[in-house]
């Protein structure tokens, strides 16, 4: 298996939610980061990104075995999470995934079948997540020749400059139904996705 460390993106506002943290939600007892940084560590080692301490983030993810980085300029948006935790991948590290940490129903399984497809189509240098009809989703592998152009990222669009100027060399990696696109950004969101769980 190669060496493929995860960045976990955990250190936006949650502006659309109503004064709550979406991050902070409570999934299967547990808040939903740190079920999320749980299901990562399955997969492999594990970097979070989140707000500087003091934050209650930091108290989820208390006694995990993951490396955790304040980001400083975490307001920027999500390239300022992804550069600060970039920089701290091993320098032995084949390519790395980056997680969001907003996708309940995201699982171990669907984290190992991507990070497989990395070693089944070598060809390509992008590895991403899709809906079980082939939606693109997350997470996404980005192999170690495009650290350069992730590092120098700006704003709130993630990678998808990347993504986009790679297109020809990315492999889609078919996950169960929406577990690789479905997020929860609001209160209703949420009220909606436990109505539907509990039936």
Do not use: Y
């Not at 991050?23 to 997969?43: H, I, N």
């Not at 108290?59 to 701290?88: C, T, Y």
């Not at 929860?184 to 996705?193: C, I, K, S, Y």
């Amino acid at each position: 298996m190669k060496n493929i460390p995860i960045i976990l993106l955990a250190a936006g506002q949650s502006r659309r939610m109503a004064g709550t943290d979406k991050l902070m939600q409570m999934v299967d007892g547990a808040p939903l980061l740190r079920r999320t940084a749980q299901t990562a560590m399955q997969a492999g080692p594990v970097i979070v990104a989140l707000p500087p301490a003091p934050h209650p983030r930091h108290d989820a993810v208390k006694g995990l075995n993951v490396l955790v980085v304040g980001i400083p300029d975490a307001d920027e948006g999500m390239n300022a999470s992804l550069r600060g935790a970039l920089a701290h991948v091993p320098p032995n590290a084949d390519a790395v995934m980056v997680l969001l940490a907003d996708l309940p129903e995201i699982t171990e399984s669907d984290l190992l079948q991507v990070t497989t497809s990395v070693q089944k189509h070598p060809e390509c240098l992008i590895w991403r997540g899709a809906t079980a009809t082939g939606k693109p989703g997350h997470p996404v592998v980005f192999d170690r020749s495009l650290f350069e152009e992730l590092s120098h990222l700006t704003g709130d669009e993630g990678a998808q400059s990347v993504v986009r100027a790679f297109k020809d060399a990315v492999h889609l990696q078919q996950l169960p139904g929406e577990n690789a696109l479905l997020d929860l950004d609001t209160p209703e969101d949420w009220a909606r996705w436990r109505a539907k769980k509990s039936k």
